[in-house]
């Protein structure tokens, strides 16, 4: 008995030898990562107020860029904020596929429009903060995709909230209407976001604020506002279990508006929050709890009022929003191949005048 005890803690032994040599072993198996650099080495546009360490040097191989989802920079959390919050995403769609039926119920595919592009908005986002930093152009290229993923989770808010969520005096007066309506709104914001980065090359970050914020407010007013009229008419005797969640994602996405919009965090604490705390990596955590808690809203009301939009929306009416998302994508797609345009003829302006 005694042997065999010794044998097996000589085995753990061993193991625990060979546990010790990872990080030994990745180490030599990766190659060599430049450290972090300081504003001041990178493009103005590539900065972000108060965040003045922790920048990935520009021009590396696209291997570096990849690594450094492993490495501490300024930009790791966004990425692994989304990263997580996709994975979430992705789970929760599982989860739905075993009840719902996606392909064959017409009456489903807005809270499957819902889905796609929650997981769409925060893969692009992990894509943009994950490479936008090999260079000027890149950075620009990945962020226009960033924000067509941002357009198109705009445009699935507004169906999953007029197909669902709204009720039958609402439907009567926006019916017709509010779909195209959300499908230009989500355009002009693309449009708006790519514009305000495009102008970030040489105006102040405050007119990219701007220009990215007033298009999503309109967008979000409107997208938001069947659920915001069932939040309003809500009282205490009732006991419909998507109102805890349609609360919930209004309150997120609040908080997350103010964390994109003011600095807070930075400006409260400046150098101290070049890898950790920025308020961009608050928004992204409340975004995500929006978007979660927008899935299981949408949920609850596919389930609980089936009676109701199976009687305010007609026949095709589900393969017609199927259509206007499409229109959406590639409208954004248009929008992103103009700008991108604009920005590579500053750069050739900017080359000749060298």
Known sequence: MATIVMERIGRVFISLQHIRQVPRMLTEAAPSMPGTVKDTEVPHYFRERYVSTGYRPLNQNWRYYLLSLFQGHNET????????????????FRQLAETVDFVGDPHSWPLLILVL?????????????????????????????????VAQ?????????????????????????FMPAATLLSCLSCLGCCYGKYCNHSLPSWVRKVCQVVPSALAYIWDNSPVAKRLLSWSTASDDPALLYHF??????????????????ERWFPGRCDFVGQSHQVFHIFLSCCTLCQIHASHLDFVGRRELYSRLHGSGEAALFVGLYVITLVVCALIVAFMLRKVKQVF???????
């Not at 959390?77 to 929760?92: E, M, P, S």
């Not at 943009?128 to 993923?149: I, Q, R, W």
């Not at 169906?159 to 609402?170: I, R």
């Not at 996405?253 to 103010?258: G, P, R, V, Y």
């Open 248 to 265: 919930g994602q209004v309150a997120f996405f609040l908080s997350c508006a103010f964390f994109f919009t003011v600095p807070l965090l």
């Open 153 to 177: 989770y705009q445009y699935g808010s507004a169906v999953v909230h007029f197909y669902y969520a709204v009720d039958e005096s609402l439907h009567r007066d926006v019916h017709g209407i």
């Open 77 to 92: 959390i966004n990425i692994w904020t989304h990263l997580l919050a996709f994975l979430v995403f992705l789970v929760k």
């Open 117 to 149: 592009s929650s997981m769409t908005y925060t893969a692009f986002s992990v894509v943009a903060h994950l490479l936008g930093g090999k260079s000027e152009l890149c950075h620009y290229a990945f962020f226009f995709l960033d924000y067509v993923g």
């Open 348 to 354: 050739d302006l900017k080359t000749k005048t060298k």
